[in-house]
Nanobody, 121 residues
């Protein structure tokens, strides 16, 4: 079994910063892409940032220059550093990882539990 556990989000003023983390544990041989998504009320879950196993990153345009995704492979953890937060960044943030496990013939997608980020104006 594999689990992704996210850190707590929080309430931050516009212009402030917040760092999220997501740690994977369990039956893990290799972690491929690790991704942060977010979902605002009444909206779809959208990709925010992704990092490959080799460290290549991509971001949605609205967060470029403000958010940074990183990972620590030894700790099986992905981070999202969010700076210059805006009210429109408020959402539930979810981490996702594609993970190879022993006894499984292909990588599977796993989700964290979600963490609320609130940005006050």
């Amino acid at each position: 079994q594999v689990q992704l556990v996210e850190s707590r989000g929080g309430l931050v003023q516009a212009g402030g910063s917040l760092r999220l983390s997501c740690a994977a544990s369990g039956n893990i041989l290799q972690i491929n892409d690790m991704t942060w998504y977010r979902q605002a009320p009444g909206k779809e879950r959208d990709l925010v940032a992704q990092i490959s196993s080799g460290g290549s990153t991509k971001y949605v345009d609205s967060v470029k220059g403000r958010f940074t995704i990183s990972r620590d492979n030894a700790k099986k953890t992905v981070y999202l550093q969010m700076n210059v937060l805006k009210p429109e960044d408020a959402a539930v943030y979810y981490c996702n990882a594609r993970i190879w496990s022993s006894g499984i013939s292909s990588p599977r997608s796993y989700w964290g539990q979600g963490t609320q980020v609130t940005v006050s104006s």
